[in-house]
């Protein structure tokens, strides 16, 4: 080391910053490694999968990938933020607290990065655990299922096929609903029919059916609707049979897309119901 290197500490510098970069990569490739895995373990097991869509319900603004990632190191996890965003909430990490490493996104010269990053569940802090589920109405729930949706609706007492349910007819663009409903089915096969509306332009199929079905899943689980009676055991081929993690998480993709935008509705519809609630009485 020169004289002047030595009195600027350059090498010391570089050093640090090549083994910083050297184990973000490492990070990276473990990170993306544990999302191939999980995506594989999520494709052939019913149970997983289930796990898997209730985590993404959860956090319903994390990638497919980051999803994966909380399923294999903390799938019971509610609340997730770094250390950081804790501290400045007030709250401590516990001793040994359990870390899950995520990638976080970020854009430089217009491209976008995926940069390892440490994130704790609330259970890893101090915080105190609090019931995070608003209870709604279900006129509540159904006015913001049907927010936003451009689809015309028609209150029938029962379908074509003689059944009582929801069904979106794809050749007239209409939202057939049964009156009177039991609360269940009414927000399980209305749910169902959000997703299919959403996939509209997609071809009738088999794995489009699932697909609306996992969807009303979410919806359910989110909201605190029951959802006991959802079986996920038997996974239809055109996943069970795929072998390429990057294939599976491909299609969990479509079906966090489209639950967010069934879910975006929703919240956008509590938002504007909250402030208006929340408008102040104008004085007399």
């Not at 491209?111 to 990053?117: F, G, M, R, T």
């Not at 109405?137 to 096929?161: F, G, I, M, Q, Y």
């Given at each position: ?57 959860r ?7 980051n999803?994966?990632?909380?399923l ?5 996890a509610t ?5 950081k965003s ?18 976080e ?17 609330i ?5 105190p655990?609090k019931?995070n589920a ?11 299922l049907l927010?936003n ?8 007492d ?13 050749d ?7 009156k ?16 299919n509306?959403?996939?509209k332009?997609?071809?009738d199929s088999?794995i ?11 919806i ?9 009676n959802?079986n ?15 294939a599976i ?6 079906i966090k ?7 975006t ?9 909250n402030?208006?609630?929340?408008k102040?009485?104008?004085e007399?």
């Amino acid at each position: 080391m020169s004289e002047i290197d030595e009195i600027l500490g350059t090498n010391e510098k570089t050093n640090n910053q090549n083994n910083w970069k050297e184990q973000q990569n490492k990070d990276r490739q473990e990170i993306y490694k544990l999302m191939d895995t999980m995506a594989s373990e999520v494709g052939n097991n019913g149970i997983k999968f289930k796990e898997y869509l209730n985590i993404q319900s959860r956090f319903s603004k994390y990638s497919v990938g980051n999803c994966l990632v909380i399923l294999a190191k903390a799938p019971t996890a509610t609340q997730i933020k770094d250390k950081k965003s804790w501290q400045e909430k007030g709250f401590e990490l516990v001793d040994n607290a359990n870390e899950i490493k995520i990638l976080e996104p970020s854009k430089a010269n217009d491209k976008v990065y995926y940069n390892p990053k440490c994130v704790y569940d609330i259970t890893e802090t101090n915080a105190p655990i609090k019931e995070n589920a608003i209870k709604y109405s279900d006129r509540k729930l159904l006015e913001a299922l049907l927010h936003n949706c451009d689809v015309p609706r028609k209150a029938v007492d029962t379908l074509e096929d003689g059944s009582i349910g929801s069904e979106y007819n794809r050749d007239n663009n209409t939202l057939y609903v049964c009156k009177g409903m039991e609360r269940e089915v009414l927000f399980k096969t209305l749910s169902q029919e959000m997703g299919n509306i959403e996939m509209k332009g997609e071809v009738d199929s088999d794995i489009k059916s699932f697909k609306s079905y996992c969807i009303s899943y979410m919806i359910c689980k989110k909201y605190g609707i029951d959802v006991s009676n959802f079986n996920f055991s038997k996974l239809p081929q055109e996943i069970s049979e795929l072998r390429e993690p990057k294939a599976i998480r491909a299609e969990l993709e479509t079906i966090k897309n489209t639950f967010e935008k069934v879910n975006t509705r929703m919240t956008d519809y509590f938002e504007i119901s909250n402030k208006e609630k929340n408008k102040t009485v104008p004085e007399r």
